[in-house]
């Protein structure tokens, strides 16, 4: 079953502003990856964080990490129209490392 | 630097007709590789993966199957398809040890007719 699951579904914000999408899992992780999809294409890994760090700055990317809450976030700064994309986040499981998807969240930036 | 190829982009098929994917990896040795299927607004569904040639592992039963005659070569495979096999193919790769990241081929989007 789908341990992964990202809130909101859908987000829909102007250019220039801040997006932030969260993420829920059930299981023991060894780290927590986040990949962005455009439309009918594949997935762009974005940034990996690993069960012992708490926070991780990518560009205008920030992802935290609470274990004790099993959850995590992903804040994208000074939006723009190339980010309109779906953002999934993958759990990678302790037990065997294999990732978790969630449905994701699909991102709209409007110009 | 490492690419990954996936064909073809769409494909239509009836119901019955066999099915093969091909998804091949450049400029990388020994990659772990797998096939997901991802239905419309939903995450991925994990279908295969591979550590090494001809190692094959299945994770969810059904009427699809994947080979892995070379090392950086990952066929999806089908002899008889079904309507619920519709959806969009995924192939990635990721480096071998445990906490890398993958990366995705473009994917396949299937009907069936």
């Known amino acids: 079953s789908q341990q992964g699951e990202e809130d909101p579904q859908a987000l829909s914000i102007q250019e220039g502003e801040n997006a932030t999408m969260n993420c829920s899992y059930k299981?023991?992780?060894?780290?927590l990856q986040w990949y962005r999809q455009n439309s009918g294409r594949g997935l762009v890994h974005l940034i990996l964080?690993?069960?012992n760090e708490r926070e991780k700055h990518s560009g205008r990317l920030r992802v935290t990490l609470d274990t004790s809450k099993k959850s995590s976030s992903l804040l994208i700064t000074a939006s723009r129209a190339a980010d309109t994309a779906s953002y999934f986040c993958?759990?990678?499981?302790?037990?065997?490392?294999?990732?978790?998807w969630g449905a994701g969240t699909k991102l709209i930036i409007k110009p | 630097s490492q690419t990954i190829h996936q064909w073809p982009a769409t494909l239509v098929q009836p119901v019955g007709s066999p099915l093969s994917l091909e998804c091949t990896v450049e400029g990388t040795s020994n990659p772990n590789l797998y096939w997901y299927r991802q239905a419309a607004g939903r995450g991925l569904q994990l279908l295969f993966y591979?550590?090494?040639?001809?190692?094959i592992s299945s994770e969810v039963p059904q009427n699809l199957s994947a080979s892995r005659p070379q090392d950086r070569q990952f066929i999806l495979s089908s002899k008889k398809l079904l309507l619920s096999d519709s959806g969009f193919y995924l192939c990635a790769w990721s480096g071998l040890q445990a906490d890398q990241p993958q990366h995705f081929g473009d994917g396949t989007r299937l009907s069936i007719l």
């Open positions: 993958a759990p990678s499981m302790d037990s065997n490392y294999q990732l978790i």
């Open positions: 964080i690993r069960s």
């Open positions: 299981t023991s992780i060894n780290n």
């Open positions: 591979s550590v090494g040639i001809g190692q």
